[in-house]
Structure formats: structure tokens, C-alpha cells
């Protein structure tokens, strides 16, 4: 998917992203008003809230990630993790 806004997908999704987006760019403009076109695509109440929490959830650890500038393992650095998760758990 190139363009979320002009995807081909269910417009309560595409609703969603549409807030998930402000919220991500400019938190401090989101609104009650901007639920408003979630509701009118038949987004439930619990829905819309899942999202946001996520998205706050995601937004924040991502932030966190870039002041401490936590480092991207590599593949092979990704690949080492999985198979010790995968052999010991999460001891």
C-alpha cells in the first residue's frame, strides 16, 4: 500500500488512519471533532480507542527509541535474537 487515502480498503480503516496520522504529526491538534468522521463510518467507540492507544503506545516508545538513540540490529542481528527466544524464551 502506497497512499493509506487512496487505497483501495474499507473506509472505517481509512478513517482511522486518518486520526492515527494527526495524531502522530500534531498531537496537540487533535480534537473531540476529529472522531467525528470515525463515528460516521461506523467505527465503534472501543475501536477508536484501541487505536489510539496503540498509537500513543507506538509513538511513544518510537520517540524514546530516537532520543536514546537505540540501535537497528542488523538481519543476522534480528536472526540471533530470534533463535535464543526461541531456544531459552524470555528469561
Known amino acids: 500500500?502506497?497512499?493509506?487515502?487512496t487505497a483501495p480498503i474499507d473506509e472505517k480503516?481509512?478513517?482511522?488512519l486518518g486520526l492515527l496520522e494527526k495524531m502522530t504529526l500534531t498531537p496537540f491538534e487533535v480534537g473531540p471533532g476529529d472522531?467525528?468522521?470515525?463515528?460516521a463510518a461506523g467505527v465503534s467507540d472501543q475501536a477508536i480507542?484501541?487505536?489510539l492507544v496503540v498509537c500513543?503506545?507506538?509513538n511513544m516508545i518510537d520517540r524514546l527509541a530516537d532520543a536514546f538513540?537505540?540501535?537497528i540490529p542488523?538481519?543476522?542481528?534480528?536472526?540471533?535474537?530470534g533463535e535464543?527466544?526461541?531456544a531459552m524464551g524470555y528469561l
Open 56 to 58: 500513543a503506545l507506538f
Open 84 to 86: 535464543r527466544l526461541l
Open 49 to 51: 480507542e484501541d487505536a
Open 1 to 5: 500500500m502506497q497512499d493509506w487515502q
Open 35 to 39: 472522531i467525528m468522521p470515525l463515528r
Open 13 to 16: 480503516i481509512r478513517a482511522t
Open 69 to 71: 538513540d537505540v540501535e
Open 74 to 81: 542488523s538481519e543476522e542481528g534480528f536472526a540471533r535474537t
